[in-house]
């Protein structure tokens, strides 16, 4: 049987949906780290094989969550993570094991996919205070009117944070698509 876990896609982007460049973010935002960890805790984090790799060793897998990584790749193994041959399966397995909530943590190529399908239910997006014109992967142009939107919290540019952000929370229009 499976659970009705949701699905909450979580993502930091710049001001031109930037997401980051040669497999590595564009920013070091404490605040952001934070509020990562502290919503993800204890759940099922789902990523592309590039973002895995591009996880520092130390936090890799990502304690306190189940990882799953996704990969075509049928010899690709992740120490301490859990490998599918693709997004589905791996949000197949996780409501087999009823886990509640599910969040799609990047890259590109997997919120792309994610959104395109419609598979999200809700959305965190740190937006960044910063353009980066260097920037090699980008979060999707999102239809708008799909979502409600919320600003949940806001953080300065200080000694831990390069830029200054806002946290704001989608959830889906009662509007049905
Ligand atoms: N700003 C943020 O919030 C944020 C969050 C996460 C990541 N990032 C950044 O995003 C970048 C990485 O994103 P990316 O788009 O290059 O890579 P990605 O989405 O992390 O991973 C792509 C890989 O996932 C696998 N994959 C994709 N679609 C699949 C499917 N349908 N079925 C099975 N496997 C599939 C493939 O692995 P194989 O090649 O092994 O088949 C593919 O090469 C990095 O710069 C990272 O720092 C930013």
Known sequence: MQHLSSIILIAAIGKNQELGRNNDLL?????????????????????GRKSW???PPRFRP????????VSRNADFSAEGAHVFSNLQSAIDEARTLQAEKIFIIGGAQIYRQAIEEKLVD??????VNGSFDDADVFFPVIEESYWHI???GRFDADLNNEFSGRFLHYTKNAVKF
Not at 32 to 40: E, Y
Not at 62 to 69: D, E, G, H, Q
């Open 27 to 47: 920013w070091r935002l404490k605040s952001d780290m934070q509020f990562f960890k502290t919503l993800t805790s204890g759940h099922w984090v789902i990523m």
């Open 53 to 55: 790799e591009s996880l």
């Open 62 to 69: 990502l304690p306190n969550r189940t990882n799953a990584v």
């Open 150 to 152: 919320q600003e949940i």
């Open 122 to 127: 809700e959305m965190y997006l740190t937006h």
